[in-house]
């Protein structure tokens, strides 16, 4: 087991680094301040495409995708592995503009990795074509209100064959990425055959945006936040109507689909989650030489080198976790991996979760107001504990996994 970077990472690491110091850390304040006025919270702000345009031109840009495992077939992207992409995730996620500016960003690469891994020749050139080249953006809709969709086998939203086509009928939620005007098509998830096996009455089907309709009910809040121009919705799907060719893989594969992409995608939020933390401690750390209180500096303070020497301990051991589940990943695949992608899911945002709480006591009263990042920091490594899953289905794996072992 080996997590020395490759050449490749430690040259895109430096160029990166770079990249955030130049353009990301400086755009921060300018896109907070473009979303403040603009009459519409669901436009990009027009600093967004400056960072994009300039990470294009340094050679940032699609770094996520792997080569495919059978193939080689990198899709014109850099092809990193998962343990070459883990430190450049990291960095990604120490800035919420940073991943998008780089076209590696959620749901979008998930959705990427769906159509280059289970989508038609037609289903690549439509639409990964375009998400590889940031000129649209996408949804993912698997979770549903009406049901406890942490069991994905209870997913009532109908995908019905009739004659040439199929008619999806349901209601949706948490479909992250409707609200951006870019969004031009969704992967949703839905029952087709209720008769088969338990694993086998799921589909995945590809629907364009502007189908007929689709109906956004509302965009949620996460913890107050509208995650505009993102977001994430509520929709209505009635009796929406698309080619029976928007089938990926065909009838009954989704459970199949749906470990494919979800592997790669939680290990990706606790990349990004470990380069949250460690802004969260650098942020911390500064203001706590900054203040004084009682006669002494706060960062001189017992209780502040304890909290320090905690979070350092912990994020480490969060980083050596995601890395060796990236290895696993590359070495035996994302199915034989599976153990390893749970224990970071459930480990990863409940450490990133307790360190920014730290970091956020630490500010004083200005940690849970906007004029720092630490409330938003908060909010979205909080909500990771339910996203892709909560965290007492990872836990009920990665134990009956290792019980197996002992058979």
């Known amino acids: 087991m080996d997590f020395e970077y490759s050449d490749r990472t430690k040259a895109l690491l430096e160029k990166l680094n770079k990249f955030m110091d130049e353009v990301i850390y400086p755009a921060e304040t300018v896109y907070e301040e473009q979303m403040e006025k603009a009459k519409d919270r669901w436009q990009l702000p027009p600093v967004m495409e400056e960072c994009k345009a300039e990470a294009k031109k340094r050679g940032l840009w699609n770094m996520f995708l792997p080569a495919d495992r059978d193939s080689g077939d990198t899709h014109g992207t850099m092809g990193l592995s998962n343990l070459e992409y883990a430190p450049i995730c990291e960095v990604l996620g120490r800035s919420s503009i940073a991943s998008e500016a780089t076209n590696c960003s959620a749901p979008d690469t998930g959705n990427m990795e769906v159509f280059a891994r289970y989508g038609s020749k037609e289903h690549k050139e439509k639409w990964l074509k375009p998400l590889l080249n940031g000129e649209i953006r996408s949804c993912f809709a698997m979770t549903e209100p009406a049901v406890a969709s942490s069991d994905a086998r209870n997913v009532e939203c109908r995908i019905e064959s009739d004659g040439d086509s199929y008619v999806i009928n349901g209601r949706k939620w948490w479909s992250s ?180 709480d730290r970091c956020l006591q630490l500010h004083g009263a200005g940690g849970v107001s906007q004029v720092f990042k630490l409330a938003s920091m908060y909010a979205h490594q909080r909500t990771l504990r339910l996203a892709d899953g909560p965290d007492e289905v990872h836990r009920d794996q990665v134990g009956r996994l290792e019980i197996a072992k002992y058979n």
């Open 177 to 356: 990425g409707m609200g951006d005007p870019r969004c031009k098509v969704i992967i949703l998830m839905g029952k087709s055959d209720p008769s088969a096996p338990a694993y086998r009455q799921q589909s995945m089907i590809v629907v364009p945006r502007d189908a007929a309709g689709i109906k956004v009910v509302k965009m949620l809040h996460v913890f107050g936040y509208d995650d505009a121009p993102h977001g994430h919705a509520e929709v209505i799907y009635d009796n929406v109507r698309v080619p029976k060719s928007s089938i990926l893989l065909g009838e009954g594969r989704g459970f199949e689909i749906a470990q494919g992409r979800l592997g790669p995608g939680r290990i990706h939020h606790c990349m990004r989650a470990i380069g949250v933390a460690e802004r969260a401690l650098e942020m911390a750390i500064k203001r706590a030489k900054s203040r004084v209180a009682f006669g002494q500096r706060i960062s001189e303070m017992g209780v502040t080198k304890a909290h320090v020497a905690d979070m350092r301990m912990e994020i480490d051991m969060a980083r050596l976790l995601v890395l060796k589940a990236a290895w696993a990943m590359d070495k035996f695949g994302n199915k034989e991996a599976r153990q390893q992608i749970a224990m970071i899911k459930v480990a990863v945002p409940n450490i990133t979760s307790k360190v920014v």
